[in-house]
């Protein structure tokens, strides 16, 4: 199982990015997928997921109404749309797979990890 994020980079406090997470070597529908980050000198820590179909998902209180996370089973492909960013939302983010369909905000739950993709969110 691969898993391949991009849509990282710089932009200003203020303003939006939008992560994309492509997922191979798994059936994407009977899998639930998170977003994850993890700043300088910090543990990863979750951000949000959703369940299979993308109807149900959760997230972390920091991002709640700023960040959306959705999918397209079609293309299997994660998304996080990060409005509002803040320097505090500065981190590599990365997106995980889960074996099964519900969601989890636990990180031991994720079998399979991404790269990485960094976002620096300027003052």
């Known amino acids: 199982v691969q898993l391949v994020e991009s849509g990282g980079g710089l932009v200003q406090a203020g303003g939006s990015l939008r992560l994309s997470c492509v997922v191979s070597?798994?059936?994407?529908?009977?899998?639930?997928m998170g977003w994850f980050r993890q700043a300088p000198g910090k543990e990863r820590e979750f951000v949000a997921a959703?369940?299979?179909?993308?109807?149900?998902?959760v997230y972390a209180d920091s991002v709640k109404g700023r960040f959306t996370i959705s999918r397209d089973n079609a293309k299997n492909t994660v998304y996080l749309q990060m409005n509002s960013l803040k320097p505090e939302d500065t981190a590599v983010y990365y997106c995980?797979?889960?074996?099964?369909?519900?969601?989890?905000?636990?990180?031991?739950?994720?079998?399979?990890w991404g790269q990485g993709t960094q976002v620096t969110v300027s003052s």
């Open positions: 995980g797979a889960r074996m099964g369909i519900l969601y989890s905000t636990e990180i031991s739950q994720y079998a399979y």
């Open positions: 070597g798994r059936t994407f529908r009977n899998t639930a």
């Open positions: 959703a369940d299979w179909s993308g109807g149900r998902s």
